[in-house]
C-alpha cells in the first residue's frame, strides 16, 4: 500500500482476528469483555445521556437545588423554544455553522481532489515540497494563527464574514482530504489510467470517468471528516466572527457559560441538535477515520 | 525527472512513451493547474498569516488595531517580563504531559479491548467515536454545568456517592486547580477517540502468525503483550503521541468554557492566554509574539514528528 491502509485492509484483518479469537474463547472470558465493552459503553455515551436528559427539563428542574438524575416530565417543547432564547441568536448561529461547514467542505473538495489525483498519478518537479506543505499544514492549526489570521482578514475588509471562516477552515482541513484521496488514487493500478488513456480519453475523462467512481470512499471520507472539523470549529471562529448572528453554535453556546442563571436546558437541546448529526455522518466512515491522520506511518 | 505516472506497486514506467523530452519548467507548469488551488489556499491562509503574526509580534499596534510602528523585541519582552509567564509555560507543559500520557495508556488498553472479538463489540466502537464527532465546547458544557454546586448533576452524584458532605461542592468549576485539574479529565476524555483507533489500526497490522509463534513459545498473555504486540505498536504509538501533542497544546475551548470566567491566571496556559490578549486586552502585538513563542513549539513538535516517523517515506 502506497501510503495509507484504507479500509480494505483493516476488514480483511478483522475477519482474521474474529477467527483467531472465537475458537479458543471460554464463556466467563467473553462474558468478561462484554462487561468491559459495556462499561466503556456507558462512560463514552455519559455525557450525551446528561445532555438528552437535561434538555426535556424545565429550567426550574434543571436549577433545582434537590436535582433529579432522569426528568420527572419530559418537555419535549423546549425543543422548539430554545431558538428564541434572548441570549444570543440561535437560528442564525445554526445557519451560519451550515453555511459556513458546507462552503468550506464543497471548497476543500475543490482544490483537493485534483492535487490527490495528480500528486498520486504523476511525477513532477516540486512535487515533494508541494506534499511536505501538505503535512506541515496538517500540524497547523488556527488557534495559532488566529492573532496572524484576524490581522489579514481585517486588512482584506473579510473580518466578521463568513467568507474568511470559509477560507479559514478549508485551508486548515486540506491536508487530511489530500492525504485519504491520494492514498485511494495511488491503490488504484495504473493500468486502468493507462488502457483508457490509450483508448483515447484525455485526462480530465479519466478522472472523471474512471478513477473518481474508484475512489468514491475516500471522497466520502475526506467530504464527512472536512464537514465535521468545519461544523466544530471553535478558535478562530470566536476572534474573526464578532457579531452574534455570524458566529456558528460552538462559539454561541459558550455565551451561556457564566450567566446569573443560564438555560442549560437549551444548551443542551442546542447541543443535541447539533452533535447527533455530525456523529452519524462519522459512524459511516468509521473504518477509515484513522487513514488521514496518520498518513500511513501506521503500517 | 519526467511526468510520470505513480503506480501502486511503486512502478515508475511513463505513461506515454519518451517521445517528447519535456523541460522542468514545463512540467511544473503541467502540474500548475492540478496543485494550484491548494497551494494559493494553504500559502494565502497558513502560510501568509504565519509571516503576518511574525511581522506584527515586532510592531506596536494600539488597541484599535492602528500600527504605530516597530517596537523591535519589545513585544516578547513584555511576554516574558509578564509574571505570570513562567507559571503558564509550566502549566502548559503538565497540561500537554498528563494528558497525553494518560490518554496513550488508557487507549492502549481500550485498543486492546476494541480488538478482542465479542458479541455488541461493533456498537462499543462505534460509542467510542461520539466525543471524536462531538463538539468540543459542548462536550466541555455539559462537564461544566455537572460540576455546578447545588443543582448540578455530577456534583450531585458524588454527594450521593458520600464523597462530598455538602452539597454546595468543592466549586469545582470556582477555583483555578480544580477547574484545571477538570479540564484534563475532559481533554483525556475527548483524545481517547483518535487515539484508540490509531492504535487500533496498529493492533490490526500485528501478524497473527507472530502471536500464535509467541503462544507456542508457552508465552503468557502478559508476555506476549509486552514482548511481542507493543514493540509492534511503536509506529502507531509515536503518531498518536505526536498528533495528540500538537491536539492538546492548541486546545482552547476546554479551558475557556471550564476555567474562563475565573480571574487571574491561575488557570491558563499559553494558548488561552494568547486569546486573553487578543479578546480581554486588545493587544495583538503581544499576542502575536505570544503566538510566535507557540508556533516556534509547535514547529519543533512537527520536526520531531517527521523526524521519527517519516511519513514521506513511502509517497
Known amino acids: ?299 | 525527472m519526467r511526468a510520470e505516472p505513480v503506480g501502486a506497486e511503486a512502478g515508475t514506467r511513463p505513461l506515454r512513451p519518451a517521445a517528447r523530452p519535456r523541460s522542468r519548467g514545463r512540467e511544473f507548469l503541467q502540474a500548475l493547474p492540478w496543485i494550484g488551488p491548494a497551494l494559493a489556499l494553504i500559502v494565502g491562509v497558513v502560510f501568509f498569516p504565519a509571516g503576518v503574526m511574525f511581522y506584527n509580534s515586532t510592531r506596536d499596534i494600539s488597541a484599535s488595531g492602528v500600527d504605530r510602528g516597530s517596537a523591535g523585541l519589545s513585544n516578547f519582552a513584555e511576554v516574558f517580563a509578564f509574571p505570570y509567564f513562567w507559571p503558564i509555560l509550566g502549566r502548559t507543559i503538565v497540561w500537554v504531559v498528563v494528558v497525553v500520557v494518560v490518554t496513550v495508556v488508557l487507549s492502549l488498553a481500550l485498543a486492546q479491548l476494541l480488538d478482542k472479538a465479542f458479541p455488541g463489540r461493533r456498537i462499543v466502537r462505534l460509542a467510542v467515536i461520539v466525543p471524536w464527532a462531538s463538539s468540543v465546547v459542548m462536550t466541555t458544557m455539559v462537564v461544566y454545568y455537572g460540576l455546578e454546586p447545588y443543582f448540578g448533576i455530577i456534583n450531585t452524584f458524588l454527594v450521593d456517592l458520600g464523597l462530598i458532605q455538602d452539597p454546595e461542592g468543592y466549586g469545582w468549576t470556582r477555583n483555578a486547580g480544580t477547574a484545571f485539574a477538570w479540564s484534563i479529565a475532559v481533554a483525556i476524555f475527548v483524545s481517547l477517540p483518535f487515539t484508540s483507533y490509531t492504535i487500533l489500526a496498529g493492533l490490526a497490522t500485528v501478524p497473527s502468525e507472530v502471536l500464535e509463534a509467541a503462544k507456542m513459545d508457552g508465552a503468557g498473555p502478559v508476555r506476549t503483550y509486552f514482548g511481542v504486540v507493543l514493540p509492534q505498536l511503536r509506529a502507531a504509538i509515536a503518531v498518536a503521541v505526536l498528533i495528540n501533542i500538537i491536539n492538546v497544546f492548541n486546545s482552547l475551548p476546554i479551558l475557556r468554557v471550564m476555567t474562563g470566567s475565573i480571574p487571574g491566571y491561575d488557570a491558563d496556559t499559553v494558548m488561552t492566554m494568547i486569546f486573553k490578549y487578543i479578546q480581554n486586552q486588545h493587544r495583538l502585538d503581544v499576542a502575536s509574539a505570544l503566538s510566535v513563542v507557540a508556533f516556534v513549539i509547535v514547529i519543533l513538535i512537527v520536526a520531531a514528528y517527521l523526524r521519527v516517523v517519516k511519513p514521506m517515506r513511502e509517497v
Not at chain 1, 492573532?147 to 489579514?152: E, N, W, Y
Open chain 1, 1 to 299: 500500500m502506497a501510503v495509507l491502509a484504507p479500509a480494505p485492509g483493516l476488514r480483511k484483518t478483522d475477519a482474521r482476528r474474529a477467527h483467531y479469537t472465537e475458537d479458543q474463547v471460554s464463556l466467563p472470558r467473553m462474558l468478561l469483555r462484554m462487561a468491559a465493552g459495556l462499561v466503556v459503553l456507558v462512560v463514552f455515551l455519559l455525557p450525551y445521556a446528561i445532555m438528552f436528559f437535561g434538555s426535556v427539563k424545565t429550567k426550574a428542574q434543571i436549577r433545582s437545588v434537590d436535582p433529579t438524575y432522569f426528568p420527572t416530565e419530559w418537555h419535549w417543547e423546549n425543543y422548539v423554544t430554545m431558538w428564541s432564547t434572548p441570549e444570543t441568536p440561535l437560528v442564525q448561529n445554526l445557519i451560519s455553522t451550515i453555511v459556513i461547514s458546507v462552503f468550506a467542505t464543497l471548497l476543500v473538495l475543490a482544490v483537493a481532489l485534483p492535487a490527490a489525483y495528480y500528486t498520486a498519478r504523476f511525477r513532477f518537479p516540486g512535487r515533494m515540497v508541494f506534499l511536505f506543505l501538505v503535512i506541515v499544514t496538517q500540524m497547523l492549526q488556527p488557534a495559532v494563527l488566529t492573532s496572524g489570521l484576524f490581522r489579514q482578514f481585517l486588512a482584506l475588509d473579510l473580518i466578521d464574514t463568513w467568507a474568511a471562516m470559509i477560507l479559514v477552515n478549508a485551508a486548515f482541513n486540506l491536508s487530511f482530504a489530500v492525504w485519504i484521496m491520494h492514498s485511494f488514487f495511488a491503490g488504484i493500478p495504473k493500468e486502468v489510467d493507462e488502457a483508457a488513456q490509450i483508448d483515447g480519453a484525455s485526462r480530465l475523462t479519466v478522472l472523471f470517468r474512471i478513477s473518481l467512481p474508484l475512489v468514491w470512499p475516500g471522497i466520502v471520507t475526506a467530504i464527512v471528516f472536512t464537514f465535521v472539523a468545519c461544523w466544530n470549529e471553535f478558535a478562530a471562529s470566536l476572534v474573526i466572527l464578532s457579531t452574534a448572528g455570524n458566529q456558528p453554535l460552538a462559539v454561541a453556546l459558550t455565551k451561556f457559560v457564566g450567566q446569573y442563571e443560564t438555560s442549560w436546558h437549551y444548551v443542551f437541546g442546542v447541543s443535541i441538535v447539533a452533535i447527533i448529526p455530525v456523529v452519524v455522518l462519522f459512524m459511516l466512515i468509521e473504518k477509515r477515520l484513522v487513514g488521514g491522520l496518520t498518513t500511513g506511518s501506521v503500517k
